[in-house]
C-alpha cells in the first residue's frame, strides 16, 4: 500500500472492550479518577503557589509534576469516557487527533522522567554543595531546569512520532483503547517496514 492510505481517513479504536453491562460503573470509576487526579494536582498547585513557605526551588519544581499529570490524565481519560457508551464497531478516531493524542501520551510518560531529574538535580546540589545551594538554585536556574525538562521530553517525543508518521499503514485499526506510537506504526506482513525502523520505533 501506498503511504499514507489511511492518513486523512478515520482509525477504528477496538483495544476498548466494556460490556453494556459494566459501561456505567466502568464510565462513573473512570470518572471519579478523573476528577480525583484533576482536583488533587490543581489543589497542590493552588497550595504551593499561595503558600510563601513552599516558594523554594524543590517545591517549585515539583509544581511540573502535577501540571503534567493534569496534561497526561486530559489526553486520555475525556476520549475513553467519550468511547464508553459507543458500540465496538463506531469507536472512531481521525488519524489526526489520533496522533495528536498520541503525541500527548508519549510527552506525558517522558516528561515525568525528565521533571524527575531536575528534581534530582536540585537535591544534588543541596546535599553536594549545600553552601552554595541559594546562589546555584535561583529562579532563573528553577525556570531553565523547568523549560529544559519539557522541551527535552517535546523534542524525542516529536522525532520519534514523525518517522511513525512517515511510514506505511495498512491497517485502520487501533489494537488498544487509546492511540500510541505503537498503534500507529503498528505494520502487518503486507505492509513492510524495514527491521531497523521497526525496532528503533517499537523501544
Not at 34 to 59: Q, T
Not at 98 to 125: K, P
Request: contains cysteine; glycine residues 4%.
Amino acid at each position: 500500500m501506498e503511504n499514507g492510505t489511511y492518513r486523512n481517513q478515520i482509525l477504528l479504536i477496538e483495544g476498548l472492550r466494556v460490556t453494556p453491562q459494566s459501561a456505567y460503573p466502568v464510565f462513573i470509576l473512570l470518572l471519579l479518577v478523573y476528577l480525583f487526579i484533576m482536583v488533587s494536582n490543581i489543589g497542590l498547585i493552588a497550595l504551593i503557589v499561595m503558600e510563601k513557605a513552599l516558594h523554594k526551588p524543590m517545591y517549585l519544581l515539583f509544581c511540573n509534576l502535577p501540571l503534567n499529570d493534569i496534561l497526561g490524565a486530559t489526553v486520555v481519560v475525556p476520549a475513553l469516557l467519550k468511547d464508553i457508551f459507543r458500540e465496538e464497531s463506531a469507536r472512531y478516531i481521525s488519524y489526526v487527533a489520533c496522533v495528536i493524542q498520541a503525541y500527548g501520551i508519549h510527552m506525558f510518560s517522558t516528561s515525568a522522567h525528565t521533571i524527575l531529574m531536575a528534581m534530582a538535580f536540585d537535591r544534588y546540589v543541596a546535599i553536594c554543595n549545600p553552601l552554595r545551594y541559594s546562589s546555584i538554585m535561583t529562579n532563573s536556574m528553577v525556570v531553565k531546569l523547568s523549560a529544559l525538562a519539557w522541551i527535552i521530553a517535546i523534542g524525542p517525543v516529536g522525532i520519534v512520532l514523525g518517522l511513525s508518521i512517515r511510514l506505511s499503514h495498512c491497517s485502520s485499526t487501533i489494537s488498544n483503547p487509546f492511540c500510541d506510537n505503537a498503534s500507529l506504526m503498528l505494520s502487518f506482513p503486507s505492509c513492510p517496514l524495514f527491521f531497523v525502523e521497526n525496532f528503533f520505533l517499537v523501544s
